[in-house]
C-alpha cells in the first residue's frame, strides 16, 4: 500500500507499506503528483519505501514507469528514502538518464532527504 505523508506543500511524498500495487499508483501517488505538476510545473517527489522491494508487484513497477514518462520534463528532485543499497545505487545513478536530479538515502537520512528534495540545500558538513 501507498500512502502520503506529511511534507511541505512544493513536494509530493508517500510512504509503501506491504504490498505495493498498480492501484497504489493509480489512487494514491499519480493523482498527487499530477496535481502538483499542475499547480508548481514541477515535481518534488519523496518516496519512503518500509517494505522488501519484492513485495512491489511487477504492474506497479510498470505504473511507476509510466508516472515517470508521463511527466518525463517537470521532474526536478526526487528522493527515495530505503535502507536497500540496491534502490539507493539505482536511484543515484537515474539522474543520469533523465531529466531532474534523482537521490537515494538511508532511512535514518530521512529529514534530510526531506529537506534537500523541498528546498535543494545541501547537508551540513560535520
Given at each position: 500500500?501507498i500512502?502520503?505523508?506529511?511534507?511541505?506543500?512544493?513536494?509530493?511524498?508517500?510512504?509503501?507499506?506491504?504490498?505495493?500495487?498498480?492501484?497504489?499508483?493509480?489512487?494514491?501517488?499519480?493523482?498527487?503528483?499530477?496535481?502538483?505538476?499542475?499547480?508548481i510545473?514541477?515535481i518534488?517527489?519523496l518516496?519512503?519505501?518500509?517494505?522488501?522491494?519484492e513485495?512491489?508487484?511487477?504492474?506497479?513497477?510498470?505504473?511507476?514507469?509510466?508516472?515517470?514518462?508521463k511527466?518525463?520534463?517537470?521532474?526536478?528532485r526526487?528522493?527515495?528514502?530505503?535502507?536497500?543499497?540496491?534502490?539507493?545505487?539505482f536511484?543515484?545513478?537515474?539522474s543520469?538518464?533523465?531529466?531532474?536530479?534523482?537521490?537515494?538515502?538511508?532511512?535514518?537520512?530521512?529529514h534530510?532527504?526531506?529537506?534537500?528534495?523541498?528546498?535543494?540545500?545541501?547537508?551540513?558538513?560535520?
Amino acid at each position: 500500500m501507498i500512502e502520503k505523508i506529511d511534507a511541505p506543500e512544493n513536494v509530493a511524498a508517500f510512504r509503501a507499506k506491504g504490498t505495493v500495487t498498480a492501484e497504489d499508483y493509480k489512487n494514491v501517488l499519480a493523482p498527487e503528483v499530477s496535481k502538483l505538476a499542475e499547480r508548481i510545473n514541477e515535481i518534488n517527489f519523496l518516496f519512503v519505501i518500509d517494505t522488501d522491494i519484492e513485495n512491489f508487484t511487477a504492474a506497479a513497477w510498470m505504473q511507476d514507469a509510466l508516472l515517470g514518462l508521463k511527466n518525463l520534463g517537470k521532474w526536478n528532485r526526487a528522493a527515495i528514502v530505503t535502507d536497500s543499497s540496491r534502490a539507493i545505487s539505482f536511484t543515484n545513478g537515474f539522474s543520469y538518464l533523465v531529466p531532474g536530479e534523482f537521490r537515494g538515502y538511508k532511512k535514518n537520512d530521512f529529514h534530510e532527504a526531506l529537506r534537500w528534495v523541498s528546498t535543494g540545500e545541501e547537508p551540513e558538513n560535520n
